[in-house]
T-cell receptor, first 109, second 112 residues
């Protein structure tokens, strides 16, 4: 079956760094997405990785290892506004997104 | 990116009635998706709607309960029929634009 695993909840301190991990098992693979979702709002696109390695975009970076079925989202210089759920989603061989349950990130001052 | 709007943003409905949710996108897109999200849970795909063809429904979702229209490349509707309290959820429209999915603001539905 197809499966996405990510931690349910994480807590971090304002100004610190946090890494949110995601492992996936899909039938075929065409890339890995990260979305941010604030409470009561729609998900917004953060990043897309299809090749191995690290993609940096400002304070956010995303890493992919296809051989390990593993990705992480790295958030630096955390701000209170980064408190949100972070959704990992893998694109399978049918180009269908398989969604993780999301990681709720709590930022403390 | 694509800009997506949904109407209504929220509604409270009585059991047994139906509600039609509209989704409008500012660009022409081939693929549109309808998702449901229960509180505190991730997204569940209801169906994929391509213009000019019948919608493709995921396991557990049927056309009689969730009829979808896709009359053109910028618009779609999802109807939640014969509603029950279990249908209370957020319904999200999404489009595939330049190989990335973008989401509308969602419709928060409460069924009494």
């Amino acid at each position: 079956g197809q499966n996405i695993d990510q931690p349910t909840e994480m807590t971090a301190t304002e100004g610190a760094i946090v890494q949110i991990n995601c492992t996936y098992q899909t039938s075929g693979f065409n890339g890995l997405f990260w979305y941010q979702q604030h409470a009561g709002e729609a998900p917004t696109f953060l990043s897309y990785n299809v090749l191995d390695g690290l993609e940096e975009k400002g304070r956010f970076s995303s890493f992919l290892s296809r051989s390990k079925g593993y990705s992480y989202l790295l958030l630096k210089e955390l701000q209170m506004k980064d408190s949100a759920s972070y959704l990992c989603a893998a694109l399978d061989s049918n180009y269908q997104l398989i969604w993780g349950a999301g990681t709720k990130l709590i930022i403390k001052p | 990116s694509a800009v997506i709007s949904q109407k209504p943003s929220r509604d409270i409905c009585q059991r047994g009635t139906s509600l039609t949710i509209q989704c409008q996108v500012d660009s022409q897109v081939t693929m549109m998706f309808w998702y449901r999200q229960q509180p505190g849970q991730s997204l569940t795909l209801i169906a994929t709607a391509n213009q000019g063809s019948e919608a493709t429904y995921e396991s557990g979702f049927v056309i009689d309960k969730f009829p979808i229209s896709r009359p053109n490349l910028t618009f779609s509707t999802l109807t939640v029929s014969n509603m029950s309290p279990e249908d209370s959820s957020i319904y999200l429209c999404s489009v595939d634009f330049t190989d990335t999915q973008y989401f509308g603001p969602g419709t928060r539905l409460t069924v009494l």
